[in-house]
Structure formats: structure tokens, C-alpha cells
């Protein structure tokens, strides 16, 4: 989104940008314009040292570092896309990841571990933004559970097979053959 | 008659019933804490995420606004800032909380309160007609590179957050914003000492 420059864009339409502009100063707000940073006489003196120290400063605080893509991705694929559903930074399309992207490469950039990086995104957001829940504490749960579940399930399965295969047994067990003989006889003794 | 019948079997047929009245309490009692686990995380709503910054200091931050003007947040220090995360392609929220975020600001800013908006991801020219079909005169901003809503954990339009006269965060709200809530909270900073 480019704008315009600094010094027109005080002016009423300045930029063509419609009946917008000049709203804000259609209103004398003394609050809003404690914050709006008009030209004053220091301006030119201020603007010439930015120009002068800025890229000094730059230069200093951000040591030229390359960044490798590769961590930038391993970092983003681990990070959930705010936007989106299970998604995480890497996967998704959208701005809000590829901002955050440029976000972790600008961090990285200026010298920040991988651990750093996450430790931000979990600052702002909480431990919600990471797709792996940390191993510790409540979330526990979560990576223990299904082995928990997996295991009572096996111990269940071994104590009803067991019984399966019992039960079996005592069925195929032989029939004495006087006895069922005797049964049948009697049961076409009661037959009218 | 039946009575006669015998089969010799050497064992009993009804099996050991130590096992099974085993078995019968501990199925139920394994349901019991999935069924607690459940309960919990059907009456967590997955949406309302919790904030780590409340009680935080508002990360400060410089932009320009829509028309041109530079917005800081370390010079509203003292003023009690109603930060609103805002785009024009929120319906419905955006667009019901608008006109009391606009209210809200045209009431309380003579007494020391600040709506600030952020738009973010939108382009310009769907932002100002957002801008001047609610005729917003509180200075909004756009976020062009997702700092500024990164840096307050933002994940969705809209989000407002109130920040008391000491740039601390107070409040998060997530959703539109309605007039009791904004009244509520900038009522109870105003009070505060700076």
C-alpha cells in the first residue's frame, strides 16, 4: 500500500484520495494532534540527521546475515497460521502467513535463534500459536493419552480373548452320548 | 423329570467370579474420566483464545494513517487508547461495532480517551469506503505488514484491546464491540490515575 508523501499529504484531497483526507482535519481534536507529527521548524534538521544515522544505525544494530530459507520454513511449519484452520505458517496461502513469514526472516535476520523466534510468537500469542503442544503440565495428556488408550485397549483385548477362548473350549468339550440318548428318549416320551 | 439328566462334568460351568465383577466396575469407571475430559473440552470454547499480554505493556508502534498523519502509541501516554483491530471485509462484526467505536471516541475524547483503528490485511480503497460509509473521524491506520497485529497476537478481525492510562493492556476483546463493554471499560480507566 504506498502512500503519499510526507509533505502533501496534510493537505485536503492530497493523493486524490476522496473526501476522506480532510476529515480528520475538519476536526480541531487536540488530542489527535498531540500525535500527529506536523512540520515545524525543527523538521529539516531532524529529517537530514534520519537520513544521515539511519542507515548507520541499520547497519549496526542488523548485522547482514543470511538467512536460510530452509530454517524460515522448519520454524513457519510449526507456528499455526492465526487465520486459518489447522493450518500451519508454512502451508497456508494466505497474507497473515506469508506476513509472519517475512516476520520470522526478519528476525532470524537479525540474529535471533530458531528458539527465539518461536519464544516471540508465543509471547504474543500464547502457546496456542505452537502446533505441537509443549510436553509438560496439562498437555501432557495429549501425548500420553493414546498410548494410555492403546495399551487398556490391549489388555482389554487380551482378557476377552482369553475368555473367548475358554468358552470355546467348554462348548467343543464332548457330549456323553448316554446322556443325550436319554434326553432324546424323554423328550419323545413327552410328545403326545 | 429334567432333573434326573445329569452331565458329568468335572468343573463347575459358571467360571471364577472374581474376574468379572472386576471387569463390571471397571469398564464404568474407565468412562469416567473421558467423560470428564469431555466435559471440559466442550465448555472451553476454541475461539476464545486467552491473551498472555493482559497486564502487559501495549507494544508501542508508529503508523501512518489513512490521511497521512503519523499515529505513536508512546505519545498517548496518560490517555486512556481503545486500540481496535479492524477490515473492511469483516461482515458483520466490523461493520455493527463501527458506529459505536465512532460514538464511543466523539463522547470520551474530550475527557482523555483515544480510538485508534488498525486496519489490516485490505487495500486501501476498500478501507477508505469503510471509512467514510460510517464516517470515522478517530484515526485509523493501516498495518501493512501484520507487525503491528502480530505484536498484539491479533488472529482475527475484530479484536480491541483497552489500554489504560499507564500503556498497559487491560482488556482484550474479541468480536464486535458493543457500547456497554466500550462504556464499561473506558469508564473504569478514565478513573485511574496515570
Same mark, same amino acid.
Given at each position: ?39 515545524? !521548524?525543527?523538521?529539516?534538521? +531532524?529529517? *537530514? &540527521?534520519?537520513?544521515? /544515522?539511519?542507515? %548507520?544505525?541499520?547497519? @549496526? ?71 505441537? !503442544?509443549?510436553?509438560?503440565? +496439562?498437555? *501432557? &495428556?495429549?501425548?500420553? /493419552?493414546?498410548? %494410555?488408550?492403546?495399551? @487398556? ?40 | ?194
Amino acid at each position: 500500500m504506498s502512500r503519499g508523501s510526507g509533505s502533501g499529504a496534510r493537505g485536503p484531497g492530497a493523493g486524490g484520495r476522496g473526501p476522506q483526507s480532510g476529515i480528520s482535519q475538519a476536526r480541531s481534536i487536540p488530542a489527535f494532534k498531540s500525535l500527529t507529527a506536523g512540520p515545524g !521548524p525543527l523538521t529539516p534538521i +531532524f529529517l *537530514l &540527521l534520519a537520513t544521515v /544515522l539511519l542507515p %548507520v544505525l541499520v547497519t @549496526a544494530q542488523v548485522p547482514a546475515r543470511s538467512v536460510d530459507e530452509q530454517v524460515v520454513m522448519e520454524i513457519a511449519a510449526q507456528l499455526r497460521c492465526v487465520v486459518c484452520q489447522n493450518l500451519s505458517v508454512a502451508d497456508s496461502p494466505s497474507e497473515t502467513a506469508n506476513q509472519m513469514r517475512a516476520i520470522i526472516r526478519e528476525r532470524l535476520a537479525t540474529g535471533e535463534t530458531p528458539e527465539q523466534v518461536k519464544a516471540y510468537f508465543v509471547e504474543k500469542y500464547g502457546e496456542w500459536i505452537l502446533l505441537a !503442544p509443549p510436553r509438560r503440565g +496439562f498437555n *501432557l &495428556l495429549v501425548w500420553t /493419552l493414546p498410548f %494410555v488408550g492403546l495399551f @487398556a485397549g490391549l489388555v482389554f483385548l487380551f482378557f476377552v480373548a482369553r475368555r473367548w477362548s475358554r468358552g470355546t473350549k467348554t462348548a467343543s468339550e464332548p457330549v456323553d452320548r448316554e446322556a443325550l440318548e436319554r434326553v432324546r428318549r424323554e423328550l419323545t416320551e413327552l410328545e403326545p | 423329570m429334567f432333573s434326573e439328566i445329569e452331565t458329568p462334568h468335572p468343573e463347575p460351568r459358571t467360571p471364577d467370579p472374581g474376574p468379572r465383577t472386576w471387569w463390571r466396575w471397571a469398564i464404568p469407571f474407565a468412562v469416567v474420566p473421558v467423560l470428564v475430559l469431555l466435559a471440559y473440552g466442550f465448555s472451553t470454547d476454541p475461539r476464545a483464545i486467552p491473551s498472555p499480554l493482559i497486564g502487559k505493556p501495549a507494544p508501542l508502534f508508529k503508523l501512518q494513517s489513512f490521511d497521512g498523519n503519523q499515529i505513536s502509541l508512546a505519545e498517548l501516554r496518560g490517555k486512556v487508547v481503545v486500540l481496535n483491530f479492524w477490515a473492511s471485509w469483516c461482515y458483520p462484526a466490523c461493520y455493527e461495532e463501527a458506529p459505536v467505536l465512532e460514538g464511543g471516541w466523539r463522547e470520551y475524547e474530550r475527557r482523555g480517551a483515544i480510538v485508534l483503528g488498525v486496519d489490516i490485511q485490505d487495500t486501501q480503497e476498500a478501507a477508505l469506503k469503510f471509512i467514510n460509509r460510517f464516517t470515522l473521524t478517530f484515526p485509523n491506520a493501516p498495518d501493512p505488514t501484520g507487525k503491528v497485529s502480530v505484536e498484539y497476537g491479533v488472529y482475527g478481525v475484530p479484536e480491541t484491546f483497552f489500554i489504560d492510562r499507564r500503556g498497559m493492556i487491560r482488556k482484550k476483546h474479541v468480536g464486535a464491540v458493543t457500547e456497554p463493554v466500550f462504556r464499561e471499560w473506558v469508564e473504569k480507566l478514565l478513573k485511574e490515575d496515570a
